[in-house]
């Protein structure tokens, strides 16, 4: 086996975060859950977009916000995911090369446009979401490049893109090609309404010994294992994932790797401000604990950093320098 190329290839829904700041009249005059996340159409987007002021515009999704995250700490990263061929699109892949993500994945023709999350933010700092997945849920196997899939030590998917038939085939794939090249599978379940459709795939993939790394919160954990005890649930499943990783928001996290067992507390910060894209930014410090031969703890401390970090500010990508913040709390 020869050495990987990349650290980490990631499989997700290649989103635009378009963001703007907003009065509460507003979200009330356009009828907006405010502190959601709601799922719109191609027509409500439209209109929502018309009414947001001066806005802007980064690459989202979960798994390319984990390979920010782990480019930021220096790993080598790739993402797969579907654009359309329109300026969000081109917006997509500007910025998630500019942090140093590899993103070849060719843009789609025709309908639907580029997903984008349109992200109302108060004066009180509650984000309001309504997410548009538009192209991002029409990744064909055939974009797959297995020779990338093979190229890299982990191959990351994210389970929000378990939903839609193609990105599904297009996993089922990649988790072939990377278990033939003798690499690792990371799999984050993403929330528990995706286990709650594809718990049955997912609990047979884990049967299968077809997943390595294994991300969870505690919520999922209960929804995957049926067991509402954490510790039962994290039982049921430490023997089948060689690396199971379970979060508890402000508990902490849990790790348990071919029995062995680490812990870490929450990483102390002064206010918790959005906790969006706290467990992919745990992701992307683990994973690059993991991928350097890190110990389990320090893997798991990393990941709490990163994850304090985010949750210390709005938005999901990191205002700090990660790898000098994760050097310097490491000591
Ligand atoms: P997810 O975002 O996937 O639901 P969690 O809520 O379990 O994940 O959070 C992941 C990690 O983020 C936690 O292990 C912890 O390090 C940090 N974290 C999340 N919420 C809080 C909080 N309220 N206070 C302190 N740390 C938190």
């Not at 480019?71 to 329109?86: P, R, T, W």
């Not at 709005?314 to 913040?325: T, V």
Request: net charge negative.
């Amino acid at each position: 086996m020869t050495d990987p190329r990349y650290d980490v290839v990631a499989i997700g829904n290649a989103i635009v975060d378009v963001m703007a700041p907003c009065e509460d009249e507003l979200i009330e005059e356009l009828g907006l859950a405010k502190g959601g996340m709601t799922l719109v159409d191609t027509e409500r987007a439209q209109e929502l977009y018309d009414a947001m002021g001066r806005a802007t515009e980064i690459s989202g999704g979960s798994a390319a916000n984990t390979l920010a995250g782990m480019a930021a700490l220096g790993s080598q990263c790739a993402f797969v995911g579907q654009v359309a061929k329109d300026q969000l699109g081109d917006i997509f892949a500007h910025d998630i090369r500019a942090v140093g993500i590899d993103f070849d994945t060719q843009p789609r023709e025709g309908d639907p446009p580029t997903a984008r999350c349109l992200i109302f933010v108060t004066p009180d700092g509650e984000r309001t979401m309504n997410t548009f997945l538009g192209a991002s849920q029409f990744l064909p196997p055939a974009a797959l490049d297995e020779e990338l899939i093979a190229s890299a030590g982990v191959l990351y998917l994210e389970g929000y893109l378990w939903d839609p038939e193609e990105p599904r085939s297009a996993m089922r794939r990649a988790i072939d090609v990377s278990r033939d090249a003798g690499r690792k599978v990371a799999f984050t379940a993403s929330e528990s309404f995706v286990i709650e459709r594809h718990g049955d795939d997912f609990r047979a993939l884990i049967e299968e010994g077809k997943i390595d790394i294994l991300f969870v919160n505690e919520h999922e954990l209960a929804t995957l294992t049926g067991k509402t005890d954490f510790e039962a649930g994290l039982d049921a499943l430490k023997d089948k994932v060689p690396t199971l990783v379970a979060t508890r928001s402000a508990k902490g996290a849990v790790a348990i790797a071919n029995g062995e067992r680490a812990e870490v507390p929450a990483e102390p910060i002064a206010k918790v401000v959005d906790t969006t894209g706290a467990g992919d930014l745990f992701a992307a410090g683990f994973l690059t604990g993991h991928t350097r031969g890190e110990n389990l703890e320090t893997c798991l401390r990393m990941g709490a950093i990163c994850a304090g970090e985010i949750i210390s500010h709005i938005g999901a990508r990191s205002e700090k320098d990660l790898n000098a913040l994760v050097a310097e709390k490491l000591g």
